[in-house]
């Protein structure tokens, strides 16, 4: 059981936006950033957005994310075939001393 | 460029022990913490555990506190994970993570699978 919640899977079809949702509570998101991993089939999870809304550098600004409260949400506009992968959403947990993860969205291309 | 490699995982009979390890390169390693995420088969993410820069701080989830220890050695440019007392549970793929900012997972290595079965 993941400590913040996920949709399971999602989709859309090339050139659509679509959009990933996280929730949380006060302990965590609530009161901390909220990261976004991108794990692409067979590889190692990759950073895709830290600190809300900012993007490591290579990552393409398709890409963006928000926060408001005890939720968070990436957006993927012009979806493309290469962004099929799953994606987790994650804060820092005041009651762990460490991150905690949603449980991942798998999200697909039509 | 930033290189994380673990090795030492395996199989392993329940109740029985492991030590795996990370190599780091293309950073200067003692100034970041580091950690290790893993990822049972077909599931989410889970942080492990984490130490600091000096090894002054170290935290664990409670799934693994009193068994799991982490350990780096700044000389060697290397991260360790001692797992003892293993459980079924702990099957995995344990991927070695450099941390940026606090909570912020921006390098991470291929991963080492760890098979916990009698």
């Known amino acids: 059981q993941s400590v913040l919640t996920q949709p399971p899977s999602a989709s859309g079809t090339p050139g659509q936006r679509v959009t990933i949702s996280c929730s949380g509570g006060?302990?965590?998101?609530?009161?901390?950033?909220v990261n976004w991993y991108q794990q692409l089939p067979g590889t190692a999870p990759k950073l895709l957005i830290y600190?809300?809304?900012y993007r490591p550098s290579g990552v393409p600004d398709r890409f963006s994310g928000s926060k408001s409260g005890t939720s968070a949400s990436l957006a993927i506009s012009g979806l493309q075939s290469v962004d099929e992968g799953d994606y987790y959403c994650?804060?820092?947990?005041?009651?762990?001393?460490?991150?905690?993860f949603g449980g991942g969205t798998k999200l697909t291309v039509l | 460029e930033v290189q994380l490699a673990e090795s030492g995982g395996g199989l392993v009979e329940p109740g029985g022990s492991l030590r795996l390890s990370c190599a780091a390169s293309g950073f200067r390693f003692s100034d970041y913490s580091m950690n290790w995420v893993r990822q049972g088969p077909g599931k989410g993410l889970q942080w492990i555990a984490s130490?600091?820069?000096?090894?002054?701080?170290?935290y664990y989830a409670d799934s693994v506190k009193g068994r799991f220890t982490i350990s780096r050695d700044n000389a060697q440019n290397a991260l360790h994970l001692q797992m003892d007392t293993l459980r079924v549970e702990d099957t995995g793929l344990y991927y070695c993570?450099?941390?940026?900012?606090?909570?912020?997972?921006?390098?991470w290595g291929q991963g080492t699978l760890v098979t916990v079965s009698s």
């Open positions: 994650a804060a820092w947990g005041n009651n762990v001393n460490g991150p905690v």
């Open positions: 130490v600091s820069t000096s090894s002054a701080d170290k």
């Open positions: 006060g302990s965590d998101i609530g009161t901390n950033y």
């Open positions: 600190k809300n809304n």
């Open positions: 993570v450099r941390e940026d900012d606090p909570g912020d997972f921006d390098h």
